[in-house]
């Protein structure tokens, strides 16, 4: 299942007793498992009902205990396992993903990996009680356009030079990503279409000092611009990570030695 699927089912209270999230990237797992935590439940039942643990922390025995217990007084009680890549045992529940409790909604969180789909624990993840989902990074030419479409999804507007500049300066860091969006309508009135001044402004891109712009001084050969805008990254490392710009040139050079005659 997608992403954008499990959300759908969650946010209109269709729960599946299992929901394995596991791949490299890790913005779509948390939102997921967020979106159990927010829905599930009602708050007032949480402090009962949901139970947060962590692979390093927890055996399968304990586990499966916390897995099999019932509610108290309530439709259903959420049991979170975040870190499950760190838990030794995991493996061992093999039999309880085979047949869940119905009455808990089991999420665990395995991220920076996928599990090995050949194995017998990988196969019973295929079970029609499951949720399952492959988080898999972005490439880098994808970013501008899940920028576009979370935009999209947040009732924002969000022209593509905009966006673009996001994606260069910000990299493929998904939640850095979404945090500076969520910090742009913060900061906008609602229903305002976002464009490259609004990027420059709250997400802290300089105007004259970026990536793009170094691209177009590397283009037009100016050496001065270059060498100023390199010494601007050099005195705000934090904002202007190496690798990012790094990854930015590298992607641009190619381009421009294409459309050289």
């Not at 791949?23 to 948390?30: A, H, L, M, S």
């Not at 590397?218 to 010494?231: H, N, T």
Request: glycine share 4%; proline share 4%; with cysteine.
């Amino acid at each position: 299942m997608s992403s954008e699927e499990i959300l759908r089912d969650i946010k209109a209270k269709r729960f599946f007793p299992v929901y394995f999230l596991h791949g490299e990237e890790p913005f779509f797992i948390d939102q997921v498992a967020e979106a159990v935590e927010a829905n599930a439940l009602p708050e007032a039942e949480r402090g009962f009902n949901q139970t947060v643990l962590y692979g390093k922390d927890v055996d399968n025995i304990t586990l499966l205990d916390y897995l099999r217990r019932y509610p108290m007084m309530s439709e259903r009680q959420v049991v979170i396992l975040r870190e499950a890549q760190e838990m030794k045992g995991l493996t061992e529940l093999t039999a309880y993903l085979e047949n869940p409790m119905p009455s808990t909604v089991f999420v665990v969180c395995h991220k920076h990996k996928k599990v090995d789909a050949r194995t017998k624990f990988g196969k019973a993840l295929l079970g029609k009680n499951i949720a399952l989902l492959e988080s898999k990074k972005l490439y880098d030419n994808q970013i501008a356009d899940w920028i576009s479409s979370f935009c999209k999804s947040h009732q924002m507007q969000i022209d593509a030079p905009a966006a673009g500049l996001m994606a260069e300066y910000l990299g493929s860091d998904l939640s850095r990503i979404a945090n500076e969006l969520e910090k742009l309508t913060l900061n906008l009135p609602k229903g305002t279409a976002v464009n490259v001044g609004h990027v420059q402004e709250f997400v802290g891109i300089s105007k004259d000092y970026n990536v793009f712009e170094m691209q177009k001084a590397l283009a037009q050969r100016d050496q001065a611009k270059v060498s100023r805008i390199q010494q601007y990254f050099a005195a705000n490392i934090r904002k202007n990570p190496l690798v990012v710009t790094i990854s930015s040139l590298y992607a641009y050079f190619p381009r421009c030695i294409c459309c050289t005659p």
